[in-house]
């Protein structure tokens, strides 16, 4: 299997992430030949372009996929990179904060969706669902506005 690098620079749009995945999921099919796989990456991606797309303060955003080969599997880090507002800024925070608090991922997620359910409330589920349905593991780094997010995995490969 040969590895994949994507560095996608984009001005981001809720229009975008969609067609952003799709082009996602052409380029990981021939690399991961495993439709779980696949869903499980590009649905990371979709999400963590999603919140750029609500939150970039400048409209602009960085997606870096990485897929390296490692025997019946691969190792994957999806990477998207923002400007943010202070206010978001805290908010990531306090939900990363909460999520890591948890150790069982499944169990926070449903949690979340429960809370959502009864209060209405925006739905901050993006990063939960990663880290649940992507069996992904988060790591938030922030340095003044800018906001990195990596979600990082193992997937089995066919």
Sequence with gaps: MTPL????????SP???SPTRRLLEAKLAPVLDDEDAVFRVAMT???LLENAAKYASDG???????????GEDAVV????????????IDHLGTCYAEMNAETDAMAH???LMRRNARVGSVSRLGLARVRAEGEMAIEVAISGE???????GIVVHS
């Design 5 to 12: 690098h994507l560095d996608l620079p984009l001005t981001v």
């Design 15 to 17: 229009a975008i992430v």
């Design 45 to 47: 991606a979709h999400e």
């Design 60 to 70: 602009k955003a960085r997606l870096e996929v990485d897929v390296s080969p490692r």
């Design 77 to 88: 880090r999806v990477v998207v990179t923002n400007n943010s507002s202070r206010e978001h």
């Design 109 to 111: 997620y449903f949690t």
């Design 146 to 152: 800018t906001v990195k997010v990596v979600a990082s």
